[in-house]
């Protein structure tokens, strides 16, 4: 008997409708539309408005409804559900059985899943090994964020970058081969020195100190993060296509995250990927975090064909970073 692959079979999105333009952020911070560019790629990000009284569930909920339409299942067939993300709606209780309730998974277990912006990536290799040991038949793995709730929008070195969006992907057993292939996932603790939220957590409880002193917002040594994350998202790339054999005209799509173009533009040059099979969507989203790998597969669906082999890579907070080989399942 073949061994059972992991394969995605079916994809939804969701991002909210209110559009913050650079011009708007112009406006707010001192800034402009020139250096954001330039500097990151990004044009405009969705943003869930605060007056909308919602949470990342919201999102979550928007896109795992989507990708239930598309692929034609009830949500009762669902077995597991994942929730990655960096902004869960509350502490303690899982944003991921929120979400299942919600939509009417009545026979699925839920939980979240917290590596920053490699939350996504992660939740890929859990939910594809929990479908290869033949213990589940339907994982649902949603990566949404609100990363406007944990912004400062009178700090422009982080209120430029994020924005908020959810994307969803069902991992379903595959015996043709199609699906993950390989993964290499790293992480370093040093790095959350220099990319988190300082207080909220364990270590620092809210206080009205921590409240004054902006300890609940995000914040980010920008240069330092960016060094780390240009060699390291370039290495584990190559290394995943080393491993594999897997030589740059057999890469059909490199599908990274979305932090700032100039780290994906570095990423492909390293793998000699031609800037045509390097899908990108960062100018019209910024960095929704958790959700931006899942919304490239949303927008790009179309363009993905079976068989075709996608390299995943992505870099963020903690740090935490990784690739993951994936072979593309259906047209
Ligand atoms: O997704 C999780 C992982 N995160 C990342 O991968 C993000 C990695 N880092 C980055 O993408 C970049 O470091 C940023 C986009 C955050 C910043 O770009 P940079 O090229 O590293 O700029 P910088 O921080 O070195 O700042 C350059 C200059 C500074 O001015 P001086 O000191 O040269 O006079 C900043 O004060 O640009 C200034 N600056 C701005 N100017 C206009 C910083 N933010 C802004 C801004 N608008 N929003």
């Known amino acids: 008997m073949s061994k059972l692959s992991a394969a995605i079979t079916a994809v939804g999105g969701y991002v909210p409708q209110f559009v913050m333009t650079n011009q708007m952020l112009e406006e707010m911070v001192d800034t402009n539309d020139e250096w954001i560019t330039t500097r990151t790629g990004i044009k405009e990000r969705r943003i869930l408005k605060p007056e909308e009284g919602e949470g990342s569930s919201f999102l979550a909920i ?40 919600e939509i009417g998974a009545t026979n699925a277990f839920a939980y979240d899943l917290l590596a920053a912006c490699s939350s996504f990536l992660f939740g890929m290799s859990t939910a594809s090994s929990y479908i290869e040991s033949g213990r589940y038949k339907k994982v649902l793995l949603i990566g949404a964020d609100k990363m406007s709730s944990i912004i400062n929008y009178k700090d422009r070195t982080t209120c430029i970058i994020f924005g ?3 994307g969803a992907v069902l991992f379903e057993p595959n015996d043709e081969g199609l699906g993950l292939q390989d993964e290499y996932l790293r992480a370093d603790g040093s790095g959350r020195k220099f990319l988190g939220m300082e207080a909220g957590g364990s270590l620092l409880p809210a206080t009205h100190e921590t409240v004054d002193a902006k300890q609940h917002y995000i914040f980010q040594d920008g240069k330092s993060v960016f060094k780390f994350a240009v060699s390291n998202m370039a290495d584990v790339a190559e290394k995943i296509m080393v491993r594999n054999n897997l030589k740059n005209t057999e890469v059909s799509w490199l599908i990274p995250h979305q932090a700032n173009k100039r780290i994906i533009d570095a990423t492909a040059k390293r793998m000699g990927l031609d800037a045509s099979k390097v899908l990108m969507n960062i100018e019209r989203y910024g960095n929704t975090t958790s959700a931006t790998l899942p919304l490239l597969l949303y927008d790009y669906e179309d363009k993905l064909k079976k068989g075709d082999n996608l390299v995943f890579a992505a870099f963020g907070g903690g740090f935490t970073w990784g690739s993951i080989y994936l072979k593309w399942a259906y047209n």
């Open 62 to 101: 928007q896109a795992a409804n989507d990708l239930l339409d598309k692929r034609g299942i009830k949500a009762e067939e669902i077995d597991l559900i994942m929730v990655a993300t960096a902004t869960p709606d509350s502490m303690v209780a899982s944003t991921a059985a929120f979400v299942a309730s």
């Open 164 to 166: 908020d969006g959810a």
